[in-house]
């Protein structure tokens, strides 16, 4: 086989639906690919829903909501395919998109990791889908959103690479996990997924170390998908996404930073992270639901 698309479902039964039926609508006549949906313990009817509207889809059920990374590890290791594509289901991919990023990875041995442009539903990039590794120091220019203030600044624009042009191949150090597609092959020498990342983070550690195996990370914007950022995400969201969205950065930190910075920068890093957390939290606790 050759492609195995990788989706995981929490509650999102309209949104995993379309993103299905694009999939479905893509002019893949040529490859040989199964979808496969990882359900985690959505218990509102929605999985039994696409179960029902698409009964060529794989389904795994989990018993209880493991997270993105052990959903998608779950996915991988039942997927039959010599490439694998973890695509979010909240996105909707153009006809072409699937076909010829797989043509693109097949056709470049040295790609351990393939991302695609990234739009938003307005059309505008969403700048996560090129970045570079998280840095204390590019990590402070971009919550000071010197990146929005200098866009063409190699210095300040360094964490999503905005200095970059958004529809130029290139070599990057991270793609975004809403549309990952990588080569069995590079899996089995780097191996899945962390699943110390409950979600969040787990998609710049498996770049990391494909990047460490020799491989590069590909950002091929011929191909593009359409990404509903947060749309299940309205009003007051669960505070345990909001830790996992901090707690990711400081389980990168102390997995591959750890001894690359002093100690003080340690104490920063952490620190500081851990204030943002808590503030995240208030400020959650006191949102309005809209």
Known sequence: MDLSIIIVNYKTQELTSNCIDSILKSNMNSLAYEIIVVDNASEDGSIE???KQ???VKTILNHENQGFSKANNLGMKAAGGDYILLLNSDTIVEANTLKEAHEFI????????????????SGKLDVACKRSFPTPL?????????????????RFGAYNLTYVDEDKICSIDCIMGAFMMVPRKVIDAVGMLDEDYFMYGEDVDWCYRIKNAGYQVMYYPKVRIFHHKKASGIGKRNPKVIEAFYDS?????NKHYQNKYSKLTRWCVITGTSMMKKKALFKNKHRKNV
């Open 54 to 56: 698409f009964p060529s």
């Open 138 to 154: 590019n990590g402070i220019y971009h919550s000071l959103h010197l990146d929005d203030a200098f866009p063409d600044s190699t």
């Open 249 to 253: 950065m400081i389980i990168f930190y």
């Open 49 to 51: 829903g696409i179960q």
């Open 106 to 121: 097949k056709n470049h041995k040295h790609t351990g990791a393939l991302g695609c442009k990234i739009l938003l539903p």
